[in-house]
């Protein structure tokens, strides 16, 4: 198992509850669970990586739990319950630099955990019904949350009490109307104070804590379906986002929000969507079962992989995909893991009990024996 997760470039989280990794350079998949022993508590909601080596994978699933998956030895070596079924699932994971887990409900409760603490060493409330929870890259210790009717929210941990940036409320509109708002995920501009949010009104709202203004300092909108992820592209001028139609579209946030292009290829609504760090790839996951990942150069469909299951997150390698599986491949082989117990559309056809050709043809010749028998009968009547 060691030597197929050393093979993959991309982590996908499943309803089933199982971890998927897929190695793009070698064109496999493969199953990291016991299969036996799965429910649907297991499922994942989320992923994020335990430490900047990337050899740790953290999960978090529906129950409350958060499990830690080894990449280097494929094989999970730590569970730990960090929140409630009651309060929701997880909206957030993430992991500071003293190797203490930061984890979000969608109650509001954001918890700082250390490996040697039963409970929580840190907690702050971040309103109710929060979706997305993300972590600065640059500032670990700085998260930012947002929700149904729980506007953009930025906190800085070892500070708690109160946050660092608290959106306020878009304008009325022209009836001068209260305009809903609901945040369903964000993205930390680099190289500034910028953090960017998609909504569920198709909205993609850039806000800037380094004024005074506390409104959208750029407001856009793109489609007419609920947008449901996002991701920024190396060099953070772009932004990628997705709905629930399985719509995938490059903003320009130079141009006041141009649309660059859309991705096709895609059915069902987006549920993970993420850039590399330095390719200029976007991989993308969601109701269909297909992992995709598209070329951001000539937007063409470069990897299409069907994992059998519907699947809520994904985490891409800092490494360049291909040279991920490239290098595994030099220090050991694969082994095939065996895939749930569901089958796939030529395995059904696979699997149907074989009907007799020689059958069929008897019973055919019985039937036009007893018709030609009819109608002599008939015929023989008509005469007398």
């Known amino acids: 198992m060691g030597d197929s997760s050393r093979l993959c470039s991309v982590w996908l989280g499943s ?9 793009v350079a070698r064109k496999q998949a493969f199953n990291f669970c016991n299969t036996s022993q799965l429910s649907r508590d297991q499922e994942v909601r989320v992923l994020s990586w335990g430490d900047p080596a990337e050899s740790e994978l953290l999960l978090g699933a529906v129950d409350g739990t958060v499990r830690t998956f080894s990449t ?8 730990r ?15 500071l630099s003293d190797s203490s887990l930061v984890t979000c409900v969608e109650r509001g409760a954001v918890r700082v955990w250390r ?5 929580p060493v840190a907690e702050l409330d971040a309103g109710k019904n929060v979706c997305r929870m993300r972590q600065s890259p640059l500032q670990r210790h700085r ?15 070892e500070r708690p009490e109160r946050p660092l940036f608290t959106a ?13 708002h609901w945040v369903k995920d964000m993205a930390f501009i680099p190289d500034s104070e910028r953090v960017v949010t998609c909504t569920g009104y198709h909205q993609v709202h850039v806000f800037d804590p380094s004024t005074p203004q506390r409104r959208p300092v750029l407001e856009l909108q793109f489609g007419e379906h609920p947008l449901t992820a996002m991701s920024l592209p190396a060099g953070g001028h772009t932004v990628a986002v997705g709905n629930t139609q399985g719509q ?30 330095s390719q200029p790839l976007v991989a993308s996951c969601g109701l269909d079962r297909f992992l995709r990942i598209h070329s951001l150069e000539d937007r063409q469909l470069v990897h299409k992989v069907y994992l059998k299951s519907r699947l809520n997150c994904l985490l891409l390698a800092t490494a360049p995909l291909e040279e991920v599986g490239r290098w595994a491949a030099a220090v050991g082989g694969a082994q095939e893991v065996k895939e749930e117990d569901e089958l796939s559309g030529d395995e059904v056809w696979d699997n149907m009990d074989q009907v007799e050709e020689t059958a069929k043809r008897k019973t055919s010749e019985e039937a036009e024996g007893q018709k030609k028998k009819k109608k002599k009968k008939k015929t023989t009547t008509t005469t007398e």
């Open 15 to 23: 309803e089933t509850g199982i971890l998927k990794g897929v190695s």
């Open 168 to 180: 306020k409320n878009l304008r009325d509109d022209w009836l001068d109307l209260r305009r809903p």
């Open 72 to 79: 280097d030895k494929g094989v999970f070596t730590d569970s």
């Open 81 to 95: 319950r960090c929140g409630e079924p009651e309060e929701g699932c997880f909206a957030g994971l993430a992991a």
């Open 248 to 277: 995938i579209a490059l903003l320009d946030l130079r141009k006041g929000g141009v649309v660059c292009g859309c991705l096709k290829g895609l059915s069902g609504g987006v549920r993970g969507l993420q850039c590399h760090a």
């Open 115 to 119: 490996e040697d603490s039963r409970g």
């Open 143 to 157: 998260v930012a949350t947002g929700g149904k009717e729980n506007g953009l929210k930025i906190w800085d941990l």
